[in-house]
């Protein structure tokens, strides 16, 4: 482990995936996440690595198509527009079998909607925004600290299963400052090899990397091998953080910035004894279901509050989680608005005292 | 007995999909004999494209990646940075270069990234079954140019050599037709050229092969071959339009091509 430095979350954001041994990346600027290519374009030279601005992104997830296709560890970021744009190579991506590291410091919506933070990009990340029966992991860290782990781990991950994964943060979370340390370096030298990569035959079998399957019993195999492949990272790779729900009768769910307000809303809650939890789902895809359902099967809780910078998005999963035992309450703030803790404070204790608190909308 | 003639061994032996009188087949060929010629077969890898060519990663024996439509010289490119010691090349039609992929195209030409284009063009989208294509000729009828392409309605064929011949960053650019034994072997010297410009890492490479379209044209095979002379080189004239990079400079153009 390294010295504590203190870091935006941004350039964290492209140090971390340096350090897990990525040496390329290509983007395409927009606010707010100029800082990780332009951390980018000047780190990636000292470590001899490429760094290369595409004419648009949706150039610039085909050249992660392309290095992966050759064995490189490779990146691509986006916010929110032009993440859109990558839904193309996404699919692709996934249809191939091809590893990548995607971040989306997420800014409100739709259209060109705002350059402030948001939770808007929630289905698009993990229901898939582009075509085809895919998947893609999706973590959703609440700290600069935690998206520096979770890039890193994802780096890890991408390989091992020979998928794209997502770092979904904010505008908060690339733009804030927070001291960070960071693990270990990988040497991108010493990595396995990838015998599947297509960087000429060199005396080997002939390699393609292909997601066209014109005969459609072909199409299905693949589909029935991409499912199989996405099982398992519904079984492995559920991530989840619980803070004070032992004896919570109402249980806030919450990821990201929004889990970190909504802590500080209810630190100050728990302080005057209000029993109130928080869930925090770290994996958005998959989504720790079994978690959320092994806290309702305790007993205690009465009802949970799903808390996002959108209008409901991650609510539906918590739903589906809860499967109509307790009621699930919502409350968003959307279009770049982020809610402050005293919002979360109200809302919590209306719901408590069985006030009409808000079911669904804004 | 002496073997005169045989299928190169870049050139997987197995039937093609393409039309009779189609020219993919030559094309295909061109590109087999000079990864041979030049040995670097081994070093090779080839993207396929969407379009009729789609299935051109299973004839081409080396590694092969197929790009989303468009996307092949960005596929190109992404592969090429990270292993500059590969041959790379993309084999595209009109609809994907031309079309969907002309961002792709020229930017990777103005980054002067090293890799051979290999460029189809026979005026139509021969896969999806010959809609217009962005290089279909004013009056050309076609599946959704049916009383043929006019300008005011359809706008305007695009010459991709005339476009890339301003970009700064292009080494090699040329355009062959495939339609006689003198044109084919102008065409192999010319493919042959825009793989030694990537090996001697002097830029982006292209060569246009204007092809033909029996099936898409409703035209029997000579007859397509000869609409390639007559009527598509009038408006796209064969010739080397750059051997070497540098500037080509920002004044009018006045240059045309010239036979190789």
Known sequence: MDELVLMKGNEAVGEAAIRAGCRFFFGYPITPQNEIPEYMSRRLPEVGGVFVQAESELAAINMVYGCAAAGARAMTSSSSPGISLKQEGISYLCGSELPALIVNMIRGGPGLGTIQPAQSDYFQAVKGGGHGDYRVLVYGPASV????????????????????????????????MEPVRFPAAVDPAGLPEKPWATNGRRGGPKRLLNS?????????????????????????????????TEDAELVVVAYGTTARICRTGLEGLRERGVPVGLFRPISLWPFPDEALDALIEGGKVRSLLAVEMSAGQMVEDVRLAARGRVPVHFYGRAGGMVPQPEEIQEHVRALLEGGAANAGGL | MRVAFERPSALADIPTHYCPGCTHGIAHRLVAETLE????????????????????????????VQAAHGRAPAVATGLKRARPDAVVFTYQGDGDLASIGMAELVHAAA????????????????????????????GQHTSTSPAGREPGREGFPIRVCELLERVRGVAYLARIPLTSPANVARARSSVRKAFQTQLEGKGFALVEL???????????????????????TEYYPPGEFRTEPGDPGGGPAGKRGSQP
Not at chain 1, 149 to 164: F, S
Not at chain 1, 212 to 237: G, I, V
Not at chain 2, 112 to 135: K, L, R, S
């Open chain 2, 210 to 232: 204007l092809s033909s379209c029996p099936t898409g044209w409703g035209m029997p095979p000579r007859e397509a071959l000869r609409w390639v002379d007559e009527v598509m």
């Open chain 1, 145 to 176: 600290q935690e998206m520096v782990d979770l890039t890193y781990l994802a780096v890890g991950r991408a390989d091992h299963y020979r998928n794209p994964v997502l770092v979904l943060g904010d505008g908060i979370l690339g733009q804030m």
């Open chain 1, 212 to 244: 066209l399957y014109l005969e459609p019993e072909k199409c299905e195999d693949h589909n029935r091998e991409l499912q199989a492949k996405y099982c398992e990272m519904a079984a492995t790779e559920k991530r989840w953080e619980t803070v004070a």
């Open chain 2, 111 to 138: 980054r002067g990234e090293c890799i051979t284009v290999v460029f189809i063009n026979n005026a139509i989208y021969g896969m999806t079954g010959g809609q217009m294509a962005p290089t279909t000729l004013l």
């Open chain 2, 37 to 64: 010629e030049l040995k670097v077969f081994d070093r090779a890898v080839g993207i396929a494209p969407v379009g009729c060519s789609v299935l051109a990663y299973n004839y081409f024996d080396c590694d092969m």
